[in-house]
């Protein structure tokens, strides 16, 4: 992806003055954004599914040890967690370039 990357949003604003071949293209380029998009989102929730996997043994393990499987750290994060606006959809900007966006 080019410097180019977002003239499709700029190119919905035009809509009027497209040739239909031209919105084809526009379509083309939007439909594999998203298969891009798409992928990205299933290779991060196979890299998600696969640390929570290793906390959970992990976890196991302190337990059957007779360790403690929750920290005081643990319970400060969470205070952190459950005292911070929850109003928004995430903490993360959304709208935000993704630097690995290239790969």
């Known amino acids: 992806m080019g ?3 977002h ?3 700029d190119a919905l604003l035009d809509l009027g003055d497209k ?3 031209e919105l084809r293209e526009l379509l ?3 439909y594999a954004e998203e ?3 798409s992928y990205r989102r299933r290779v991060l929730h196979g890299k998600i ?3 929570r996997a290793e906390l959970v043994r992990r976890m196991k393990t302190q337990r059957e ?3 403690d499987v929750v920290s ?3 319970l400060e994060r969470l205070i952190d967690i459950l005292s911070n606006d929850m109003r928004g959809v995430s903490r993360y900007d959304v709208t935000a370039e993704d630097s690995n966006d290239d790969e």
């Open 3 to 5: 410097p180019d990357k």
């Open 7 to 9: 003239a499709s949003d």
């Open 19 to 21: 040739t239909p071949d």
């Open 28 to 30: 083309d380029e939007l």
């Open 35 to 37: 298969q891009r998009t």
């Open 49 to 51: 599914d696969i640390l």
């Open 65 to 67: 040890a007779g360790e």
């Open 72 to 74: 005081a750290g643990d």
